[in-house]
């Protein structure tokens, strides 16, 4: 009797487990059946970005990818929010090298192997503006007055540890101005205003954000952080073109919570790319001065993890880790 109830009820689980696990596949094949939504942990341009891009995979998924801003935290909100959901696709999070550094600055307990990786889609190279008034040409100018000054460098930053914070940190280090520096927070300003009104002398930040007073000769970004010029600032020198050995640039992208099926990715995967690749975002990339920069989930995940050692290196020898 006891034998025949354990056959019977292994039997029970059994069928019950491939049942479960049909029910998983069937969901993940039809996957999606419900709007998607995607955390964006930034404003400006990290934002106008996500837009462009949900709408385009709107298109793709045939059910709405839905941009929801949970912001704050240096993106340590939106990442916990995101990876204490459900891994079924329908939670997915606009991600930067913001899971890096937040980790590494004790912002958030977990690091990007909470997450599975989707596509990254852009890059972004931050500039470093001045106001023209300063008089200043090249990062070898800022330095010579910098070092001459009696007082400090006042430098706009999103906040203490923010990406901003960090690019700033390491240029003026390699610089050899790092002790010459005072970090302000913009709060509800913005880099262009701030500078213009001579709260802060310089800021890094997009491109995007400083073009139109470039054009009008209120402001000179003097440097960008990448490798290569920025085709919406093509005049700028890069600052290793300078002497300045620093290589930092922002990418963006897409991933879900540790466990999301295979299938579910692999349909999240296809929409980002068809949505990279389209002229319509190649097209907001020239207007807001990004870089369209598909990788597929595999490239995508192998360079979040060689960015992790990076960012955890360069914190650590900033002094900026928790």
């Known amino acids: 009797m006891l034998k025949s109830l354990t056959r019977l009820t292994t039997g029970v689980l059994a069928a019950a487990a491939i049942g ?21 942990l930034f404003g400006g341009t990290a934002n106008t ?5 949900s709408e385009l995979m709107t298109d793709e998924l045939g059910n709405p990818v839905v941009p929801v801003s949970r912001p704050g935290g240096g993106g340590a909100v939106g990442y916990a929010f995101v990876q204490g959901s459900r891994p079924d696709g329908y939670n997915i999070v606009w991600n ?66 923010s990406f901003t914070h960090l690019t700033s940190a390491a240029l003026f280090d390699w610089m050899g101005i790092g002790d010459k520096v005072s970090y302000i927070s913009y709060g509800d300003g913005k880099a262009p205003v701030e500078l213009l009104a001579g709260r802060i002398d310089a800021a890094i930040q997009w491109p995007g954000q400083f073009k139109s007073y470039v054009d009008t000769n209120k402001i000179s970004v003097l440097a960008v952080t990448g490798n290569e010029r920025v085709d919406i600032l093509p005049d700028v ?11 930092i640039t922002m990418w963006r992208g897409l991933a879900v919570p540790k466990g999301t099926p295979k299938e579910v990715i692999a ?20 207007n807001l001065g990004f870089t369209p920069a598909y990788l597929d989930a595999s490239a995508f995940g192998d360079r979040i993890a060689k960015d992790d050692g990076f960012y955890q290196e360069l914190l650590t020898s900033l002094g900026m880790t928790n």
């Open 20 to 40: 479960m696990a049909g029910s998983v596949s069937a969901t993940a094949a039809d996957f999606p059946t419900k709007p998607v939504e995607m955390t964006v």
């Open 49 to 53: 970005i996500a837009q462009v891009l």
């Open 96 to 161: 930067s090298n913001s899971i890096n550094t937040s980790h590494h600055t004790g912002k958030i307990p977990f690091d990007y192997t909470a997450f599975e990786p989707v596509a990254q889609v852009s890059v972004e190279t931050p500039a470093l503006a001045v106001s023209s008034d300063k008089g200043w040409e090249s990062l070898s100018d800022m330095a010579e007055a910098v070092k001459a000054m009696d007082g400090t460098l006042k430098v706009g930053i999103s906040g203490k540890g």
């Open 237 to 247: 020198p890069t600052a290793s073109e300078q002497g300045v050995d620093i290589n």
């Open 267 to 286: 349909k999240l995967e296809s929409a980002a790319k068809a949505a990279t690749e389209s002229e319509k975002f190649k097209e907001a990339s020239v």
